[in-house]
């Protein structure tokens, strides 16, 4: 008993293009057929459930490749401060007291908020623990994700625990939805030896689990602009170009690598990016809200670099809006070189879908609607008035369409969000037990005053 | 009979600043009282209908200080091109055919989108005709607009008939809801001596309306940087500053002069701004999405230049949605800066409210909840899961909340919306209405294969 998707606008994301009047079959969890809609009925004239997508838009799920789903916890907790004084006066210090069941109900909400938006596939890194954590959270909303944990020198031999502990529990599970990656927090908080021992590790993982599917290396790369003077300080690194070099030197520089951010660069680190076919996750509202600065896209795009796009965690952005982060980076580099032809819509979708999944290395089923690969698929209500006219399905998704219009979301071949309702999760339960945990590490963190609203 | 809006978290965007647990009452058009909810009951025990607003947010209505509210017909048409090519090829040959009708349908459905969205005061600039118009369309939908005439020296015979008809008409009508303004389109298309003249005619009107409200005078100034160049090539103007200088030494600039854009200043022209009482519409997503750059914002608001927000047209833009030009607003700045702390969600969110009310000289009756205001009033429910939990008010609803969470609109003491349905409208009617005629405005201009879809 299959699943058909019929006469909405499909936008495949591959060659095909959009398709009117178009149609979509999946059986299980992967697309069979994409066509127009009279051609896939005359060929497939029953044995399958019909979808209606009369007047609405039909997409990949959105892939977000840079995340840290947990945080949901503090979303707004500290706003416009320098990011210094953020990082240790508010975020570290509340982060230290949070519980592994913290993370696994912040991760929880974030993942159902994502969904709700069109976004199908997270990647995310955060702190991992046994029992309750971030792939769980994934795993019961129903959604797909790429999920690490976060390693310091500071803790290497725990680390290195977790991670193995991880990709045994995790990697590759329910019915591949799930997967892990290696996740050096950045170049300044992890010293080159032990950068090597995990790029090494991740080496050794994909090695292990070849059968399964890739494992990344996930890493904050020149998000601002003192990297190269702490890693200077703090390791006593004699370095002399930036930071990518820096790295390249390491030999952690390849297809598995996914470098997050990527703001400060200098051009010969561009170059030694796409020579090494590293993939970079482009997060403008959280680089514009830190005041980190703007990613050169652009170039990087011109460079042959593959860019996928990011919100960060809600901690530094404060939405995990995937259509608001299209928009963002479809305009920023417009306004900055005063050049309203960059960053076209279509590329924008593009880093949004397949370019998302090439940056996770999962592109063979993940990013395009096309027959054998996986059924991640969102229908978009383009008829509000907001919404309308409609001229162009692309330029519309990325300039005048809302998360809010998302109405339906597959995620490998079922209906998780239907008319706005995720049948997952009983939210209010859901959003009761998140208030519960939070008031109850504002209690910890004596900041009772915090609990007041909301 | 009045309406009591009761166990909200009002924020009043006056010094009284969030009232939790708090209540409005509103008697006809006005807010009689603000407080605590105990204590508004205590002193007003019955005589009100109840308006539950426990677990929401209480805001002033947005007011967006530049709009175009006709091109709606257009949202979308053409994106990602060079301006010049987008006005000359794209934009004006199809504006040139569009009906009277259009104008009003398109301006109509722009006003329910923009109070779908919270927005109850639109100060938009468009082509005036007696019969149908803007002015006609927020009447309708029962929200509150300043409208203007745009202006041109190649029809000022015409234009001059059509601004006294305008403000005959409309000025001051609907209990006060309509205004209208004098809209020279812009330094380069309004010759010298028209541009003095149409600052007489503003001046005369507002000497005729003294006793019924303030007339602006609304110019796009600056928006981009050739301007200079093309006062002195058109009018043979001999030019050695900025436009800013320019206009001044026109006599032009004062307390009613609205500046839209104000991208490309000259630090003296800041000072200028400042010192005539000019107020600026920050209109950064359209700035960003036409190439035309940054406005200088920080430096106004440091030289205590009023700046309120505007979305503009829908063509440049391509939503009315205020609560992301807020963010926008608060991001860009922290980005192109690199520095977190300037334009904080505190300036950003008086900028949409009582700063967008003092850009249109109307703060003594709107943009904040005080006693003696106009009861223009959104509730906007923070509660879904993407906007949980929530610490700040403020922080909230410039970074975390969409447009789509505003659930009731009081305009003029009267509910527009209530659980999102706007009820002076009927949206199906109207959104076939407008769909008529953008495809007959396609038909005329021979473009039938833009009428495929939506």
Same mark, same amino acid.
């Given at each position: ?21 178009? /149609? ?13 809609? %009279? ?43 320098? $990011? ?20 696994? @109900? ?30 769980? /959270? ?23 625990? &977790? ?12 019915? =591949?939805? @799930? ?11 992890? %010293? ?23 494992? #990344?290396?996930?890493?904050? $790369? ?30 952690? &520089? ?48 011109? /460079? =042959? ?6 919100? %960060? ?64 698929? #969102? ?7 907001? /919404? ?23 995620? %490998?071949?079922? @209906? ?13 339960? $859901? ?24």
């Amino acid at each position: 008993m299959g699943l058909l998707i019929c006469g909405g606008n499909v936008v495949t994301m591959s060659e095909k293009g959009v398709i009117r009047d178009g /149609a979509v079959l999946i059986e299980g969890d992967r697309i069979i057929e994409v066509g127009k809609y %009279d051609d896939v009925k005359r060929r497939n004239p029953r044995g399958y459930e019909k979808l209606n997508a009369k007047g609405k838009i039909v997409l990949p799920g959105l892939i977000n490749t840079h995340h840290h789903l947990a945080m949901s916890l503090l979303r707004g907790y500290a706003d416009d401060m320098p $990011l210094k004084e953020w990082l240790e006066k508010k975020i570290w210090p509340i982060e230290s007291i949070m519980t592994s069941e913290d993370v696994y @109900i912040g991760a929880k909400l974030t993942a159902v908020e994502s969904v709700l938006g069109g976004c199908t596939t997270v990647n995310t890194m955060y702190h991992y623990t046994p029992e309750f954590n971030e792939a769980k /959270a994934i795993a019961e909303v129903g959604t797909r994700g790429v999920v690490g944990h976060v390693c310091f020198s500071w803790r290497k031999n725990e680390d290195l625990k &977790l991670i193995k502990s991880l990709a045994e529990k995790w990697h590759g599970v329910e019915n =591949g939805r @799930i997967r892990v990656s290696v996740d050096p927090h950045a170049p300044y908080t992890v %010293d080159p030896n032990y950068m090597v021992e995990l790029w090494n590790v991740t080496l050794d993982l994909n090695e292990k689990y070849r059968e399964k599917a890739p494992i #990344i290396f996930h890493i904050h $790369l020149a998000e601002t602009m003192d990297e190269v003077d702490k890693i200077r300080r703090i390791f006593g690194v004699n370095l002399n170009g930036g930071v990518v070099e820096y790295l390249d030197s390491l030999g952690v &520089l390849g297809r598995l690598t996914l470098a997050a951010h990527c703001v400060h660069l200098l051009e010969k680190e561009i170059a030694i990016l796409a020579s090494r076919g590293v993939k970079v996750a482009h997060s403008p509202v959280s680089n514009l809200k830190l005041g980190s600065g703007v990613s050169p896209v652009p170039r990087l795009l011109e /460079a =042959g670099v593959n860019v996928g796009l990011g919100t %960060d965690s809600v901690c530094s952005n404060n939405s995990s809006d995937m259509f608001e982060t299209m928009k963002f980076a479809a305009l920023i580099h417009k306004g900055i070189h005063m050049n309203p032809s960059i960053m076209s819509a279509w590329k924008v979708l593009q880093m949004a879908t397949i370019d998302g999944a090439k940056a996770l290395n999962w592109d063979y089923e993940l990013g395009s609607i096309e027959p054998g690969k996986k059924a991640d698929i #969102i229908l978009v209500d383009a008829q509000k008035p907001h /919404a309308i006219p409609m001229y162009s399905e692309i330029s519309h998704l990325v300039y005048a369409v809302k998360n809010s219009d998302v109405e339906t979301v597959i995620v %490998d071949g079922r @209906i998780i969000v239907e008319n706005r309702e995720i049948k997952t999760v009983k939210t209010e339960e $859901l959003v009761e037990e998140f208030l519960k945990s939070r008031n109850k590490l504002m209690e910890r963190a004596g900041l009772t005053s915090h609990i007041a609203c909301g």
